[in-house]
């Protein structure tokens, strides 16, 4: 019974049904997650998956790219996680209302948590590659933590614009928006602790490309996280590993968004073993 499952375009390439379809069967739920893959040229279609949920055919949705916000207007409402970030990434019902959540800003900070060891247990600085919808949530999850922020983006303004909508404050120090080049990052290097990669730089079929800009040093003792979980081994965090540092991919967030959302769907706790598990990862 299909009760469960990702609306995005295109989505053939995703972990998510191996990933909830192990929990769900770990735990002796007779749900099934599917694929939902919805052409953007029939904006029908999606309306009426949505619905879905709604009328309780479904449990619940996860939402991807390219509709994390065009499902807004869907909804009844948004979670205060959802709402700062201004995008969904699971829906649900709960007393009669449709409700949007983002997991992903969660799952980045249990796995943040679960990885970075020492380090990360003194937040200081954190430099941010890239300022779309993954780089929305990890931001909002650093500032949750109390780090700073430097967001390096290639276009300026999409960076700043992020930083306005999540800190909501014109004056803020809590963030700083530089240019993803060389020159803009050499100053900061020196205060630097933490690098997340949010830019497709590097994911299949492009291995062979890096978002760190070439004949720049790593911060010394930064922790490197890449997003990016296919390869599971990219070029940055290779680059990353040669300069002496810490370098993981994204695959734990990916786990631990998988989680929050199995665990709001079902009430059940997720299997979180049984979920590194199928993704290769011994816990
Ligand atoms: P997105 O919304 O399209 O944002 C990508 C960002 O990267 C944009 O700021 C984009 O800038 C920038 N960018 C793209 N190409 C670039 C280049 N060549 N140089 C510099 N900047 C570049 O995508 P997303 O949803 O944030 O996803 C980004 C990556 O994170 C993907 O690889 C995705 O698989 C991964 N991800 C992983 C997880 C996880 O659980 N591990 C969760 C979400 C996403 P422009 O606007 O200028 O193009």
């Given amino acids: 019974m299909i ?59 996860n939402v991807t790219i390219p509709y994390k916000q065009a499902v807004i207007p869907y909804l009844d409402e948004l979670t205060a996680t959802a709402r700062r ?4 990434n699971t829906i649900y019902m709960r007393e009669g209302c449709l409700i949007g959540h983002n997991t992903d800003a969660p799952g980045f900070q249990s796995d943040l948590l679960n990885k970075g060891g020492k380090i990360i247990n003194i937040p200081r600085v954190a430099m941010v590659l890239g300022a779309g919808g993954s780089a929305r949530a990890v931001i909002y999850a650093l500032l949750g933590m109390s780090w700073k922020v430097i967001i390096a983006a290639r276009k300026l ?34 205060q630097v602790n933490l690098v997340i990669n949010t830019t497709p730089v ?22 490197v996280y890449d997003l990016i979980y296919n390869p599971s ?27 929050l959302a199995f665990e709001i769907w079902t009430g059940k706790p997720a299997p979180r073993e049984v979920m590194y598990s199928v993704v290769g990862i011994v816990k």
């Avoid at 970030?85 to 969904?88: L, Q």
């Avoid at 291995?207 to 922790?223: G, H, I, Y």
Wanted: aromatic share 6%.
């Fill in 202 to 223: 590097g994911m299949y079929p492009k291995v062979e490309s890096s978002p760190w800009p070439e004949s720049l040093l790593f911060p010394v003792d930064a922790f």
């Fill in 3 to 61: 009760r469960l499952g990702l609306l995005g375009w295109p989505v053939s390439h995703s972990l998510s049904p191996k990933l909830q379809n192990a929990a769900l069967n770990s735990v002796g739920l007779k749900w099934e997650y599917q694929l939902f893959p919805i052409d953007p040229a029939q904006p029908e279609k999606f309306g009426e998956l949505i619905n879905k949920v709604r009328i309780g055919d479904l449990a619940g949705l």
């Fill in 157 to 190: 303004d999409q960076a700043r614009n992020l930083s306005l909508s999540i800190v909501q404050d014109p004056n803020t120090d809590k963030t700083e928006c530089i240019t993803l080049d060389s020159e803009s990052l050499l100053p900061y290097i020196h």
């Fill in 233 to 259: 081994k990219t070029l940055l965090v290779e680059q990353a590993q040669k300069a002496g540092l810490s370098a993981v991919n994204g695959l734990g967030m990916l786990v631990e968004q998988a989680s």
């Fill in 85 to 88: 970030i201004g995008a969904v």
